[in-house]
Structure formats: structure tokens, C-alpha cells
């Protein structure tokens, strides 16, 4: 009888992981999409299959249901803004220094997840965010909130709600594009989603925000 090759049964096991993380992400890619169109109630699986590639069985073997798989896209969108929240060299940087480097990460996840606000509006106005809520996403929400807070202690940042502050810089930050297909008629000759005009947004952006927050004019 034949004897397995050991070395050929952990190649074979390892491309059946690739495979199968490949698939997940297809579906997740394609549920973004979904949900952030209609949201959870009036999104269909069906679609979402059909967009990946994948039978609505494997769908279901993936992620069980439609609101199994609608908690993994919000879990997924979340931790990757969480991560662009995070300052790199934390100890070595000032407050300003930390919020201009969260300020560039998060424009740029925002210009690189075009339906993340659709889905985060979905989700306030169909689950009143208690989905949203078991993500914890206020991490990111809370080291804006920090970063102020040192700022403010140090006397870099000038006396300011940290928490109402923290929310606005929120809204500079995501409205550009968040409301893109509205914005796209104030002038139909200003690309608002290309290269160079997400670049000119995002330093109009974090010298509006450093302006506003700071202390001084040495800041």
C-alpha cells in the first residue's frame, strides 16, 4: 500500500487555508458592498453570492447567516480604522505629532473604503448602532480623545471639550467623502476622489485641525 508523503499532505493542507481565506475575503468584499447599499434588512445573500463567486451553501458554511456574516464586515471595517487610529513611535511623539499621523491614517483609509460611511449610516439608521457597538469601535473614537487629552495637559493644545473635539474631528475627516455623490455637482470640474485632490484635502485637513486645536502659532 501506498504510503502518504507527509511533506505533499502539508502543502495540500496549506493551500486549502489559502483557498479558504481567499474565499472569505471575496465574500466579506462583496458584503461590504451589499450591505452598505441596502444595509442589513434589504440586503440579499443571494446577491452577495453571486458577486464572490460562491454558492449560497458555501456562503452559509462560511459565515451561518446573513447576520453572522453582516457582524464580520463591521468587525472587519473596524479593526482596520482602529489600526489607522493607532500613532506610530507613541513615546517619541508630541500630541500634534500623534494627531497629524492619525489624522493622514484615517483620511487615507476613508479614501481607500469608499462604502465605509454608507455602511456606518446603515447602520444608524436601520440598527440604531447596536451592532455597530459590539465591534468596539470606540477605541479609535478614544485615542483621538487621549492624544487631546495629553495636548491639553502639556499645554500644547489649548482648553477644548476633548470628547465633543474628538467627534468633530471625525466629521472633518470622513464628510469629504461621505457625501462624495453629493458633492461631486458643486463643481464638475474638481475630480474629488483623484490622487491629487484627496492629497490637497488631506493637508487642508490636518492644518484646519492643528490651527484648531493648538495652543499657538508655533504649532
Keep these: 500500500m501506498a504510503r502518504l508523503d507527509p511533506k505533499s499532505n502539508s502543502a495540500q493542507k496549506g493551500k486549502q487555508k489559502r483557498d479558504a481565506a481567499a474565499t472569505k475575503a471575496r465574500i466579506l468584499e462583496a458584503a ?90 446603515q447602520e444608524a439608521i436601520q440598527n440604531q448602532g447596536r451592532y455597530g457597538e459590539e465591534t468596539g469601535w470606540q477605541a479609535g473614537f478614544q485615542s483621538i480623545v487621549s492624544v487631546l487629552e495629553k495636548g491639553m495637559e502639556i499645554g500644547q493644545f489649548r482648553p477644548l471639550d476633548p470628547f465633543l473635539t474628538a467627534i468633530n474631528i471625525l466629521g472633518v475627516c470622513s464628510f469629504y467623502f461621505d457625501a462624495h455623490e453629493n458633492l461631486k455637482y458643486l463643481d464638475s470640474q474638481q475630480q474629488l476622489l483623484s490622487p491629487e485632490m484627496v492629497e490637497r484635502q488631506t493637508e487642508e485637513v490636518v492644518r484646519l485641525v492643528l490651527a484648531g486645536v493648538s495652543a499657538g502659532p508655533e504649532v
Design 32 to 121: 461590504t458592498e451589499e450591505f452598505a447599499k441596502y444595509g442589513l434588512a434589504g440586503a440579499r445573500t443571494a446577491a452577495i453570492a453571486t458577486q464572490s463567486q460562491v454558492t449560497k451553501a458555501m456562503l452559509c458554511y462560511y459565515f451561518t447567516n446573513k447576520e453572522t456574516l453582516y457582524r464580520a464586515v463591521l468587525q472587519r471595517l473596524v479593526s482596520d480604522i482602529n489600526a489607522a487610529f493607532q500613532p506610530t513611535d507613541w513615546e517619541t511623539q508630541t500630541p500634534a505629532q500623534a494627531l497629524e499621523s492619525m489624522l493622514r491614517a484615517y483620511l487615507t483609509f476613508e479614501s481607500q473604503n469608499r462604502w465605509h460611511g454608507m455602511l456606518w449610516f
